[in-house]
């Protein structure tokens, strides 16, 4: 599977994941992502490489050894890594391909945000129905 940041100079490949694809509503990772959750799956560092633009990515230490690595000319998140563990963790919606696979664990959940709705009665709009 292959992916990229958001201008697309960062490009990368994942093999597979080692990991469950999950949802976290930590206060970290809404913060970083400024959104009401992320979504992640681990791969083993051997399932992983950078393509295109590894010379772009900056990073940031959120927590002591944890780095989140961030393209910097766009500003997207594509990856965390922890010290001395020898997996990174994906951001999945930095895929451009489909990973074939839906979220199966949401963590963190009691930091979740109170608007946040699980409920499937939300309105549907397609792109060009949006004005």
């Known amino acids: 599977m292959k992916g990229s940041c958001l201008c697309g100079s960062i490009v ?5 994941f080692a990991s469950e694809i999950m949802h976290c509503a930590c206060k970290t990772c809404r913060k ?3 959104a009401a959750f992320n979504t992640a799956a681990a791969v ?3 399932k992983f490489k950078w393509l295109n633009g590894e010379d772009l990515l900056k990073f940031y230490e959120s927590s002591p050894g944890k780095y989140r690595y961030f393209c910097g000319n766009c ?8 010290e001395g563990r020898n997996q990174i963790v994906l951001r999945v919606g930095t895929l451009d391909d489909d990973p074939k696979k839906i979220p199966q664990t949401f963590i963190w959940a009691s930091h979740s945000v109170p608007w946040l709705s699980h409920e499937t009665q939300l309105k549907v709009f397609s792109e060009s129905e949006i004005k």
């Open 44 to 46: 083993e560092t051997s």
């Open 32 to 34: 970083a992502h400024a």
């Open 12 to 16: 990368y490949e994942v093999e597979e």
């Open 75 to 82: 500003g997207s998140q594509l990856i965390k890594k922890i």
